[in-house]
């Protein structure tokens, strides 16, 4: 599962949310530092769309990619640096009121260690943010959630597995426009890949139920690419090509 997760890791990234979009490119030079990654923010102004912003670190490094993973909701968007300090990895806020962008705000795991690539895959809604870092713990795999607090970004809790496999944990990872569904994404199972999806009950959050493809193999990278709104979830199974879509019908998928 290495050579896929490294080919999922760092591509340009697009998200979209109502008239804004956001493109991240990880590769992009910034002033001399190569592959630091920059963020640009497109606005839609009738059948057009404009750049209004350009997003990156101003004391960033070469090799930080910046960019690996964006997720924007409303005004405010949250990009992945895999790269960033020899592999440890981080990610970044940044918010918009009327039409200026403030300087995105760096975040970073308390237990995070060189080589976890924190920010491999983020996601935002409301005042949450989720940063995947699929070579944590070993390459089993973590995600953390950060969550606003007045200006300031805290580290609100840590989600992982009990296993001890490379289940890289973290390649992905999309959460609902309430902030209370959340899936993660693993592509290291034996059974070919798996999502976790979580349910937010107002105080923490915690595995909802463990989604895993039908008639799969283990050249299946089912859960390489997760998204998920109110009751319907997407995921994206790169090995095959294939999607499949879950819904849910009270607690189950």
């Not at 440890?88 to 308390?110: F, K």
């Not at 496999?165 to 890949?193: K, Q, W």
């Not at 997407?234 to 294939?242: I, K, M, N, R, Y």
């Amino acid at each position: 599962n290495l050579s896929l997760a490294a080919s999922l890791d760092c591509r340009t990234q697009v998200a979209i949310d109502g008239d804004t979009a956001v493109i991240g490119e990880p590769n992009k030079a910034v002033g001399t530092h190569a592959n630091q990654g920059l963020v640009s923010v497109y606005v839609r102004s009738g059948s057009n769309w404009n750049l209004q912003e350009t997003l990156f670190d101003a004391s960033g490094h070469a090799g930080d990619l910046f960019g690996c993973s964006v997720a924007i909701s409303g005004n405010t968007v949250a990009a992945g640096a895999p790269g960033l300090n020899n592999s440890i990895g981080g990610g970044y806020v940044a918010s918009r009121m009327g039409t200026t962008w403030t300087e995105p705000t760096r975040l970073s795991a308390s237990d995070s260690a060189v080589g976890d690539r924190l920010g491999t895959s983020t996601a935002v809604a409301a005042n949450t943010v989720i940063l995947g870092s699929f070579n944590a713990n070993a390459g089993a795999g973590a995600a953390y959630v950060f969550t606003a607090s007045g200006t300031k970004w805290i580290q609100a809790q840590k989600l992982s597995t009990d296993s001890s496999t490379r289940l890289r944990f973290g390649v992905s990872a999309s959460l609902a426009r309430d902030a209370h569904t959340l899936a993660i994404g693993a592509i290291g199972t034996i059974s070919s890949g798996n999502v976790f999806v979580y349910f937010h009950d107002g105080t923490s959050w915690t595995l909802q139920q463990t989604l895993a493809p039908v008639g799969s193999s283990t050249d299946d990278f089912f859960g390489g690419v997760v998204s998920i709104d109110r009751n319907i979830l997407a995921v994206g199974d790169p090995g095959t090509s294939t999607a499949h879509v879950f819904t849910r019908k009270g607690s189950v998928w």
